[in-house]
């Protein structure tokens, strides 16, 4: 059971460069999460999907884009790398459980994908 | 709005030593609480949780964590330290169900010596 896989783990790219990253998740979960993890900051959220085919935005959502066509993959897109980018993301899936009172969401957590833009 | 604190930056501390790493919550109501850990390299990964009840809650790798309302604190602790528990870790919590609406501390380092 690999839970939640991020790709690549690593990337450099120029300012003004296009990529996507890729969040595949083999527990069936629901919601699935973009966060990036910058120093000090703790993880803030992207966007996020509670479904597919659905898409919001979350805390720091400007430019970024995503899509959940699929349940299982999350893609996270950067049409014009800024310097700013740079960070660490994470993607994270998660269920209500039925078993934890009222129902609260667990989140599972990928291993990251460092991103550096110069 | 809501926020997660964590007072200390970067701990150190002696393998064998005992471990508490703080956590403040601002809400109106109480939230629930969560400890992740994320090792170099890694996500995170879940310690343990406070939704209700009990306010002394046991979680993974020997943690615990006390839900103090009065103080609207939230602290690991730990008897005793390994190096293997050199880690960052992250203070989290969320006032319903949804992921979404999770809240993070900034984290604190943790540094073992030997």
């Known amino acids: 059971n690999a839970g939640v896989t991020q790709t690549p783990k690593f990337r450099v790219l120029k300012t003004g460069q296009s990529m996507t990253l890729l969040c595949a998740q083999d527990?069936?979960?629901?919601?699935m999460y973009w966060y990036r993890q910058d120093p000090g900051m703790g993880l803030r959220l992207i966007h996020y999907?509670?479904?597919?085919?659905?898409?919001a935005k979350g805390e720091v959502p400007d430019g970024y884009n995503v899509s959940r066509l699929k349940k299982q993959n999350f893609l996270l897109g950067l049409e014009s790398a800024a310097p700013s980018q740079t960070s660490v993301y994470f993607c994270?899936?998660?269920?209500?459980?039925?078993?934890?009172?009222?129902?609260?969401?667990?989140?599972?957590f990928g291993a990251g994908s460092r991103l550096t833009v110069l | 709005a809501q926020s997660v604190t964590q007072p200390d930056i970067h701990i150190t501390v002696s393998e064998g030593a005992s471990l508490e790493l703080r956590c403040n919550y601002s809400y109106g109501a109480t939230p629930y609480l969560f400890w992740y850990v994320q090792s170099p390299g890694q996500g995170l990964q879940l310690l343990l949780k406070?939704?209700?009840?009990?306010?002394l809650v046991q979680g993974i790798k020997g943690f615990e964590a006390e839900f103090k309302r009065s103080q609207s604190s939230f602290n690991l602790r730990k008897p005793s330290v390994h190096w293997s528990d050199a880690a960052e870790y992250f203070c989290a919590s969320t006032l319903d169900n949804y992921g979404q609406n999770f809240v993070f501390g900034p984290g604190t380092r943790l540094s073992v010596l030997p």
């Open positions: 406070y939704f209700s009840g009990d306010t």
């Open positions: 527990m069936n979960h629901e919601y």
């Open positions: 994270a899936s998660g269920f209500q459980s039925l078993t934890i009172p009222a129902g609260a969401n667990v989140l599972t």
């Open positions: 999907s509670v479904g597919e085919g659905t898409t």
